[in-house]
């Protein structure tokens, strides 16, 4: 609330009244000042004016007479009378009477009244008569009139006064009212007695009193309602506590609370304990028998004393003992759970029903239920009951692995399985597909194509990756050698440039295939190239040749901008994570556009990877990417369905 | 001879009235500009010259040429933008055919005073009078100098005479004789 409506009435009526004061003692004091003076000024020089009309006529008629004696006296009469200070007679400008009375004024001020005289019926001036007029009534009239409004500044004054008095007297039962109002609170009523005489007022009192009882009857009825809903809203609260983390058929802990439970867990025994065989249990006796064996199961486990004890899923519980185990006294302590779930009596109605559980478990310092998961599907293919997690299980895999994959490649380039895809690369401003990044893909034995994400990495560590390489540069080579208007690139790593084996291959090739103009090789930024001198060699060599260079993944690392001049690239193909989602994410786009900025101006072209929709692809088209590359545009396909025409062209193409 | 003529001199003083001068003066002086007081006065006269009437006894025929000589020297035969002829004539010769605009009597018997001033109420113009007295068979106005310059109005001739303008009455002190 602003100070202006916090003003108190009081204060504001009696401002009201000091304006109305100010504002009629500004207008009595500019009539006084403008009018006042003025007409009473104008009264006394009436006077004068009168007197020497009087005596003017006898003067003019003795003037004109010559009757100079005659003259004197009457200007002797006249200068005789008690108003008049003095007299003067002219004849033209000369002066030739003057007369002064003897009573000077009180002031020295007089008033000059200068009158014409004429011959008597006639026009002809004979002389003029100046009048000093004492201007003592008119300073006495003065006085008066400033006395009097001395006397009516002082009346306003009380009147002011009064009126504050008046108004602060009649408003106190408000103010006194607003007091008593400004500490109430409903429990404890205010006492408000009528002590206005006036109704207006009264009537608020009253108002305000019975609004006070209205108020403490609402008040507390919704005390009232506030507790029981305060109750309410507590249980229900508490109920859906319950419900989100409790199973509702065992009311054992949900899978949310145990997963919550277990980021806090450190040294224990974790272990999954599932029922074999659960669902012959449905089938048989059906699923109403099926719940009553998961409640008793709970209801068995919560008995043995574990420290917690979840049901994490359909037929699935966790248990967890927090202390310290090794691999023997796990052991013991699953099989005596195991012996123990199978000594119990499990029953639906009359049928008696002997479950068997499958149990894996972690003793790792901290255990997760993905080791313990591990635990039980290592048990079931070993068809085992119990099994505890094992470390050494995942080195194993990956070495299994790695030998598979190994084995995969060596098979491969042996049956030839290991081709190349090719995916468009489409020339935004040309309007049509310029060429094709030549993918390397291993095809399995059944047909499946992997990507070289899968194998890639691990083929690198191999004396099979130049070979790999080969393959695709030969296949490469061999097809675009007809198709010259397209051109299409090879994505080429370190290794592939240090090994000089590799790099005479590929001269070979292009002089066998003429493609020198239509080759890119595609370098990753990631790879530190420019700390090579080998890369550098290999592209001045390449770029002799009529080669082109491609960065790729740009934007990923610390770009050093330096070596695309050294190098003299010819392309930026902008990683795919600044493009996908470039149409929702402004900082992307700020990205991607300093890099196209940059590469327009050193005259490099870019291509956008990853366009994986319409928004991607008119986004790129709007920042003034060259070519772009991606799913929507295509997807990558063997050689032989490569220029196989697309049935529906992407919208933003 | 010479005693002769010494003789009727003598008694032509002896039969003479006396005149004060100074009197006569402010008289010449002031009685014609009175006479402008009258109302309507120049309309009256356009084009005709105002004629004032010295009236005399035949004995005060020397008195009566200086009267005449004295008034057209102040005023140059004009009086306002008139013409100003001043005569002068004997109570005896006067009569009504005798035209005048004013009559300034000098010093006359009572019958000589009356017979003028009945001629200059035939013809309702103002009659000066020299001598106080003579307001008392008629006279308009006469004028005195004592302390002061004194102009008096006979109010029981005022039926006889043109209004003067108002200012003259201001000044002026009435009698009634």
Redesign the interface.
């Known amino acids: 609330m602003s100070n202006k409506s916090q003003r108190s009435l009081s204060t504001t009526l009696t401002g009201y009244v000091a304006i109305m004061g100010i504002v009629i003692l500004s207008a009595t004091f500019f009539l006084f000042e403008h009018y006042g003076k003025k007409v009473l000024y104008d009264i006394e020089k009436e006077k004068a004016d009168l007197i020497t009309q009087m005596f003017a ?2 003067i ?3 003037l ?4 100079e ?2 003259v004197i ?1 009457v200007l002797e009469q006249l200068v005789h009378q008690k108003e008049v200070a003095g007299v003067n007679l002219y004849r033209g400008s000369e002066k030739i009477h003057s007369y002064q009375n003897e009573k000077k004024t009180d002031t020295g001020d007089v008033i000059k009244v200068l009158t014409p005289i004429y011959q ?2 006639g026009t002809r001036q004979l002389g003029k008569l100046e009048l000093l007029y004492k201007s003592d009534n008119y300073q006495r009239m003065l006085t008066q009139l400033t006395r009097m409004l001395l006397i009516f500044i002082v009346a306003l004054a009380f009147f002011y006064l009064f009126m504050v008095y008046l108004i602060r007297r009649r408003l106190y039962p408000l103010k006194k009212l607003a007091n008593s109002l400004a500490n109430y609170d409903a429990q404890n009523p205010v006492s408000i007695e009528r002590s206005s005489q006036d109704r207006e007022i009264g009537q608020i009192e009253e108002a305000v009193g019975t609004m006070q009882e209205k108020i403490g009857e609402y008040t507390e009825k919704l005390t009232h309602m506030n507790e029981s809903l305060y109750t309410q809203v507590e249980e229900k609260t508490k109920a859906l506590w319950e419900q989100l983390y409790t199973d509702s058929l065992t009311g054992l802990p949900n899978r949310k609370a145990m997963m919550e439970d277990l980021l806090r867990l450190d040294t224990a025994l974790l272990a999954i304990v599932n029922i074999d065989d659960f669902t012959e249990i449905n089938d048989l006796y059906g699923h109403h028998a099926g719940d009553e064996i998961l409640k008793q199961l709970g209801a068995k486990l919560t008995s043995m004393g574990f420290d917690k004890v979840y049901r994490a899923s359909g037929d699935e519980y966790v248990i967890v003992i927090k202390k310290a185990f090794t691999s023997e006294s796990a052991m013991i302590e699953l099989k005596r759970l195991r012996e123990a779930i199978g000594r119990s009596k499990f029953a639906f109605e009359e049928n008696q029903i002997d479950l068997r559980v499958s149990i894996g478990a972690s003793i790792e310092y901290v255990p997760t239920i993905e080791q313990a998961d591990m635990a039980l599907k290592e048990a079931r293919k070993q068809r085992v009951p119990l099994m505890l997690f094992s470390p050494n299980w995942r080195l194993e895999k990956r070495y299994k692995e790695n030998i598979e994959w190994i084995s995969e490649i060596k098979s491969a380039l042996k049956e030839g399985r290991i081709v190349t895809y090719g995916q468009p690369l489409y020339d935004l401003r040309q309007k049509r597909v310029k060429g094709y990044e030549m993918l390397m893909r291993l095809v399995k034995r059944d047909g499946t194509v992997v990507s070289p994400f899968h194998f890639l990495p691990l083929a690198q560590k191999t004396h099979y990756y130049p070979e790999m390489t080969r393959r695709v540069v030969e296949q490469s080579c061999a097809y675009f050698a007809d198709r010259k208007d397209l051109t299409f690139s090879i994505n080429l790593s370190v290794e592939d440039i240090l090994n000089t084996e590799t790099i005479e291959f590929i001269k070979t090739k292009i002089e066998e295939y003429h493609v020198s103009n239509r080759i890119i090789f595609e370098l990753l930024e990631s790879e530190n190239i420019e700390l090579y001198p080998e890369v550098a060699a290999f592209v001045e060599e390449m770029k002799n040749l009529g080669c082109q260079i491609a960065i790729d993944d740009f934007g990923t690392g610390y770009s050093n901008f330096s070596y695309l001049m050294t190098l003299k690239v010819d392309f930026l193909k902008i990683d795919g994570s600044l493009i996908k989602n470039i149409h929702r994410d402004r900082n992307l786009e700020v990205i991607a556009e300093t890099i196209i900025d940059f590469a327009h101006k050193l005259n490099i072209k870019t291509v956008a990877e990853f366009v994986s929709n319409d928004q991607v692809c008119h986004k790129a088209h709007q920042m003034g990417v060259d070519i772009v590359q991606g799913y929507h545009i295509d997807e990558p396909k063997p050689l032989n369905e490569l220029e196989k025409p697309r049935e529906n062209l992407p919208v933003c193409l | 001879m010479r005693l002769i003529v010494s003789l009727l001199i003598l008694a032509h003083a002896v039969w003479a009235y006396n005149y004060n001068d100074i009197l006569l003066n402010v008289q010449s002086r002031i009685y014609p500009k009175i006479l402008l007081l009258e109302e309507n006065f120049m309309q009256r006269h356009q084009n005709r010259p105002v004629v004032l009437t010295v009236v005399h006894e035949k004995e005060d025929d020397g008195i009566a040429a200086q009267v005449v000589q004295k008034i057209n020297e102040i005023y140059g035969k004009k009086l306002g933008d008139l013409p100003f002829v001043v005569e002068n004539i004997t109570f005896d010769d006067i009569d009504t055919h005798h035209r005048s605009d004013a009559y300034y009597l000098l010093k006359g018997s009572e019958e000589d005073i009356k017979k003028a001033v009945q001629v200059a109420r035939k013809q309702k113009v103002p009659v000066f009078v020299y001598d106080f007295d003579d307001l008392a068979y008629g006279g308009t106005i006469a004028l005195t100098v004592r302390r002061t310059t004194v102009i008096y109005m006979n109010r029981k001739a005022m039926p006889w005479i043109p209004r003067f303008n108002q200012a003259l009455y201001a000044i002026v002190r009435f009698i009634d004789v």
């Open positions: 006529p006898q003019g008629v003795n004109y007479l010559g009757m004696d005659r006296e008597p019926g």
